[in-house]
């Protein structure tokens, strides 16, 4: 499944306006007509996504749409905007109208995570980009109102952004179901992907299973330690890590930016592999799982290592394996 290849620490969840006046019966959306028992469908299965996301350290970030009674930007315009078709102006700061819903309010706890919009889209003129970035964020799942108006519009957004980009179907709703159809399926045609919420909630389950993530570097012992540097470094462009301590038994360590190693090899030994390590999910997990298969450790317990929590097993052929998970 695709949703396989994202990883769950450069993923957010995106909520979209789950405010008063697009889903309850007495905000503008309401008042003008429209569906607000269709619209408010999505927060009853929203809600224990967004719990989800929170228990295991995945961010949510919220729009929140507001306008002013006098827009000067927009009365500017000849043609008629959308807002001329409601019984008011929606979502005016400040008020009832334009507060989250008392279902999800309490669970819009991190106010740096809530992000102000004046327009349908959750980038235009907004904090969302920086803040995606500063989070290390690549993928997005999106839910929330509406779906053919700031959904879409955060989408499309997202997409030319470069992001993955995953609408969660049923926690997105709008005022047209026909409408949101064609949408979604302009959406898996150009934007990103689909799923539904237990196929995002069984996404997360697998993310937290203990899994190596990456090789992370691989220490070559050599004879020559500086002929290798010079060779590694200067020859073939491998770029130096000066951070680089030596190693627990006294050994010098010459790291690189691409994740090679060296360091000297012992007296008549003619292996060139020291060990290799990878950055893994659920180090803790893993260290038990291992326990049970009187797996050998030569460095001891589940502890601190130079990268984050670390152990280290030997593998079937005697090999040294360091996994580590990043603090």
Not at 159 to 172: A, K, M, P, S
Request: with cysteine; proline share 5%; hydrophobic share 35%.
């Amino acid at each position: 499944m695709s949703l396989d290849l994202l990883d769950i620490k450069k993923s957010a969840l995106l909520v979209i306006d789950l405010q008063n006046a697009f889903c309850h019966k007495d905000g503008t959306l309401g008042k003008s007509g429209l569906d607000t028992d269709h619209l408010g469908s999505i927060i009853q299965p929203l809600r224990p996504i967004i719990e989800r996301c929170q228990d295991v350290g995945m961010p949510v970030l919220w729009t929140v749409q507001e306008h002013f009674e006098t827009d000067h930007r927009r009365s500017r315009k000849r043609l008629p905007s959308h807002t001329s078709k409601r019984k008011g102006i929606s979502a005016l700061a400040g008020t009832w109208d334009a507060e989250i819903v008392d279902e999800l309010k309490d669970l819009a706890n991190n106010p740096t995570f809530v992000i102000r919009k004046h327009r349908f889209g959750g980038f235009y003129e907004t904090r969302m980009e920086v803040v995606l970035e500063q989070l290390g964020v690549e993928a997005l799942f999106v839910t929330g109102l509406t779906t053919n108006a700031c959904v879409e519009t955060t989408i499309r957004e997202a997409y030319l952004r470069d992001f993955d980009v995953v609408g969660i179907e049923d926690c997105i709703s709008g005022v047209n179901p026909e409408w949101e159809e064609s949408a979604k399926n302009v959406w898996r045609q150009y934007l990103g992907i689909t799923c539904d919420s237990s196929d995002f909630l069984s996404w997360i389950d697998g993310q937290l299973k203990p899994h190596p993530v990456y090789l992370h570097h691989l220490l070559l012992m050599v004879s020559d330690l500086e002929k290798s540097k010079d060779f590694y470094l200067n020859t073939l462009g491998f770029t130096h890590r000066v951070d680089a301590k030596p190693l627990p038994d006294g050994r010098p360590f010459i790291a690189t930016m691409e994740g090679l190693g060296l360091t000297a090899g012992g007296p008549g030994d003619r292996k060139q592999m020291d060990h290799l390590a990878f950055e893994v999910r659920n180090v803790e997990a893993l260290y038990e799982k291992l326990k049970k298969t009187e797996a050998e450790f030569p460095r001891g317990e589940l502890g601190p290592g130079p990268y984050g929590k670390a152990i280290y097993v030997l593998d079937p052929d005697g090999n040294e394996l360091e996994l580590f998970e990043k603090d």
